[in-house]
């Protein structure tokens, strides 16, 4: 004879009710107790996709909206939006006697993960074989249809072109001609809802932030960055660029894993106005806390100053300065001097960042099965 199923009271019916979704703790196990059209639902309380808190969703009809990464969940069943059914986490029977909710203690369906490959960013990190290889990133803007004289993407072919002559393999990349989402702020909901590579590069193919990806964190030895000056800071196509590369600074936070290897950076800075310095202060902080270390005297910059803002006057400046360019030829070699450096040495068994972690209330928690 078989026994019927173990049920646990979690809490009075009309309490429960008053809220249409709610994160539950039983035994062990986090639920994600719902109530809409007069019928609760409950499933596991942990999304399939890093284990985002399902108890906290929004509700999008019947189904469980993950407030981390956005995936859909049936609320009773567990089941994945239409066409991803099979994607689903574990459901419980829900009771409701005198009053009184009751759930089956052991969930009734199981937690299924439809089959995909990992990410090619994922991919183990090793520097293939080959000469040193410059990436260099224009973060300037302008109208595609009507291009103009960039004096920081300027001096930048400068540098690329002077690098291919010493033999090394270069790539320009100008993030205008990108198209890629803004940060969405996946770490500030959670430490661990920030993943590598970022939650918005695997959920979305026409995002193009994976060629930055790829190029800084896989490809080259040396990265420069070459900005114009905006109001006394960097462009805002730059800011939209490091906003989406904390996923790779956060993976140190998060797991101590550090991505970014025996790397260089180097940096352009010019402008029609002046705060070069604090342009490069930001730079210098932002890439070395990604793991980038610096040649000595890391860029080359060019302002007129505040009072002498003379913006044709700047351009022909900078266009007709054999100075500029010989300080840029020579910030590339140092740049490559010391890229060959940190090629050439040992790779560390462990690199510890130290000084800052992860709470352990971060940790990131484990899908129930």
């Given at each position: 004879?078989?026994?019927?199923p ?5 809490g009075?019916a009309?309490?429960?009710a ?13 639920i994600?107790?719902s109530?809409?059209?007069?019928r609760?639902g409950a499933?596991s309380?942990r999304?399939?996709h890093?284990?985002?808190?399902l ?11 993950c407030?981390?990464?956005?995936y859909?969940?049936?609320?009773c069943?567990?089941a ?9 986490v574990?459901?419980?029977?829900v009771?409701v ?8 203690a052991?969930a009734?369906?199981?937690?299924g993960?439809?089959?995909?490959e ?6 183990k ?8 290889r410059?990436?260099?990133?224009s973060?300037t ?8 004289y ?5 001096l930048?072919d400068?540098a690329?072109?002077?690098a291919a002559?010493v033999?090394?393999q270069?790539?320009?990349i100008?993030?205008?001609d ?9 770490y500030s909901r959670?430490?661990?809802a ?5 939650s918005?590069?695997?959920a979305?193919?026409s995002d193009q932030m ?6 800084a964190?896989?490809?080259?030895d040396?990265?420069?960055i ?15 660029m490091i ?6 600074q956060?993976q140190?936070?998060?797991?101590n894993?550090?991505?970014?290897r025996?790397?260089?950076a180097?940096f352009i800075?010019?402008?029609g ?11 210098l902080?932002f890439f070395?806390?990604l793991?980038f270390v610096?040649?000595?005297f890391p860029f080359v910059a ?14 022909a400046?900078?266009?007709?300065s ?8 020579a ?9 060959r450096?940190?090629?050439a040495?040992a790779e560390p068994q462990r ?7 992860a709470h ?5 928690p484990a899908?129930e099965?």
């Open positions: 004879m078989t026994s019927g173990t049920w646990i009271d979690v009075a009309d309490e429960l008053s809220t249409p979704v709610r994160e539950l703790r039983v035994g062990s196990r986090h994600a107790l109530f809409a059209d007069g609760f499933v309380g999304c399939n890093v284990g985002g808190p108890g906290q969703s929004a509700l999008d009809g019947e189904y469980l909206v407030p981390w990464h956005q859909k969940f049936h609320r069943n567990g994945g939006e239409p066409g991803y059914e099979a994607d689903r574990p459901s419980y029977d009771k006697e005198n009053g009184r909710v009751y759930l089956s052991e009734v369906t199981p937690r993960h439809l089959p995909h990992p990410h090619p960013l994922t991919r990190l090793e520097r293939a074989d080959g000469p040193l410059v990436a260099g990133i973060t803007i302008m109208q595609a249809n009507h291009p103009r960039s004096t920081s993407e300027a930048l400068t690329l072109a002077h002559s033999g090394a270069t790539q320009l100008r993030l205008r990108l198209k890629f989402r803004h940060c969405e702020g996946y959670s430490a661990h920030c993943t590598w590579p970022c918005i590069t695997q979305d193919s994976e060629v930055v990806y790829e190029a964190v896989h490809w080259a040396v990265l420069l070459a900005t114009p000056i905006r109001w006394g800071a960097a462009s805002s196509l730059y800011f939209k906003e989406r590369m904390n996923c790779i956060n140190i936070t998060i797991a894993r550090v991505l970014i025996r790397k260089t180097a800075v010019t402008g106005q002046d705060n070069v310095q604090a342009v490069i202060g930001q730079q902080a070395s806390e793991g610096f040649p000595p060019h302002s007129l100053g505040w009072s002498a803002e003379n913006m044709e006057k700047n351009i400046q900078v266009q007709h054999e100075e500029l360019r010989a300080g840029t030829r910030l590339i070699e140092r740049a490559l001097a010391t890229a450096e940190q090629v040495a690199l510890e960042r130290g000084g800052r972690k352990a209330e971060h940790s990131a899908a099965s």
